[in-house]
């Protein structure tokens, strides 16, 4: 194959900044070599990138389609209501914004869409797995809002719906998030509603994580039940870092108004565009048996690392991540995080419920399978994976730095022959 030089790839950018040029080069580089295992991460297709990088990000379009405040939106009108009516379509909910600029602001405007300051949130813990932007601490979410918390059953690693129910009797929260970022289960949206309803709560599902699990049917859609549900567009779903609100029709005016003018200003147009054609990806049938290899592959993957000795929490996955509890192993997560991404490995550290070591320094690793998937890393070579961490983890322990380069060369091996969308040969 040849080999393309960054001057025939992006002639104008290395001509004008030779020193960024190479810095994007390099992270190119980076994303082709390394297995990303990095759950929230993924590769967006080369129409993806194309309609990320385009003119329409010259344009300032505050308002909605057919309600602006700037004149000349004749093709943007177009743009955000392709995007937004693929999200209905897709999600089947009633109402979609699309202009929200990512996961946090969405649901910063869900607070302001329902909620006064001080009014009480129900979400689940940060260490037990929920987001940030659900009612914690340090987040504005829980500085200006009453945070109360739900967690997971220490023997179970799960959700118990009674403890949300008595909670909820006892707190009356107005606004429930269910969904979080290190939640390897199905979310049980039914159940949630069910209580949501007894208190009179709006129900959020926040659904950023396994949005392209929803998309292509391989978890229940939240959409018989949530209120709202929010969600990034850059994670499962495979689209551009981005975020969408869709809501009942009921409340569709209460989110507009919040996302814009209550939040934000103008659109990021551009970004609008990738997200409409990351939407019409998401419902070709090849995406719905994307969704399904990712779960398939993440079942494998865990099956392989209990096998090896490896905790996960909750006993397995249902999705597209995996919870491993390292203290058996005798390595702190970020020691392992770190030996992995020597061996080009990438992976996070996270904190496990119940975990009594300390956020900055938790016990744990969370790993995922969208972006392996979407290079077509099969559920065979799954075993190969574990293996891989399981050496790593062990030569993490006893400080073998060798046997953390062994295992680098094999990384690359299989990446070199699992090629990465949108990623042209640097
Ligand atoms: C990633 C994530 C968000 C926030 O998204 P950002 O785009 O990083 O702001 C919100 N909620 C959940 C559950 C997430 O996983």
Not at 197 to 215: F, K, M, Q, T
Not at 218 to 240: E, F, I, M, N, Q
Request: hydrophobic content about 40%; glycine content about 10%.
């Amino acid at each position: 194959m040849a080999v393309r030089t960054t001057e025939d790839r992006r002639p104008a950018l290395s001509a004008a900044d030779p020193e960024l040029a190479a810095l994007v080069d390099a992270e190119e580089r980076l994303q082709a070599d390394t297995l990303r295992l990095i759950p929230s991460e993924n590769y967006v297709s080369a129409a993806v990138l194309e309609a990320s990088g385009t003119v329409l990000q010259n344009k300032y379009s505050e308002g909605y389609p057919g309600r602006r405040y700037y004149e000349g939106q004749q093709v943007i009108d177009q743009v955000e209501t392709l995007a937004a009516e693929r999200a209905r379509a897709l999600f089947r909910m009633d109402h979609a914004n699309v202009q929200p600029y990512s996961g946090s602001p969405a649901n910063l405007a869900v607070y302001l869409a329902f909620l006064e300051p001080g009014d009480t949130v129900l979400g689940m813990s940060l260490p037990m797995g929920g987001h940030l932007t659900h009612g914690w601490g340090v987040s504005a979410t829980g500085t200006w809002f009453r945070g109360v918390r739900y967690g997971v059953r220490r023997d179970t690693g799960r959700v118990d719906l009674d403890e949300v129910r008595d909670l909820a009797r006892a707190e009356r929260p107005k606004v429930i998030f269910c969904g979080g970022t290190a939640v390897p289960r199905v979310v049980d949206f039914a159940g949630f509603a069910e209580i949501a309803r007894e208190v009179g709560a709006v129900l959020v599902a926040d659904v950023a994580h396994i949005a392209g699990l929803i998309a292509g049917g391989a978890h229940p859609s939240p959409a018989p039940y949530a209120d709202v549900v929010s969600t990034t567009t850059h994670k499962t779903l495979r689209g551009p870092r981005g975020a969408m609100l869709l809501s009942r029709a009921e409340h569709a005016k209460a989110i507009d108004r919040a996302v814009f003018p209550g939040l934000q200003g103008g659109p990021h147009n551009q970004t609008t565009a990738a997200i409409a054609v990351a939407l019409k990806e998401a419902a070709a049938p090849e995406f719905g048996a994307y969704a399904h290899q990712v779960v398939a592959n993440a079942r494998a993957l865990g099956e392989e690392l209990a096998a090896r000795g490896f905790d996960l929490v909750s006993g397995g996955t249902d999705n597209h991540l995996l919870l491993i509890d390292l203290t058996g192993k005798d390595v702190p997560g970020k020691v392992a995080a770190k030996a992995l991404d020597r061996a080009g490995i990438v992976v996070n550290h996270n904190s496990v419920p119940y975990d009594p070591r300390k956020p900055f320094d938790p016990s744990g690793i969370r790993i995922g399978t969208p972006a392996l998937t979407s290079r077509g890393v099969p559920a065979s070579q799954m075993g190969a994976v574990a293996q891989w961490i399981d050496r790593v983890v062990d030569a993490a322990r006893t400080g073998d730095e060798t046997r953390i380069s062994e295992v680098r060369a094999e990384v690359k091996a299989m990446m070199d022959a699992c090629p990465a969308p949108g990623l042209p040969l640097v």
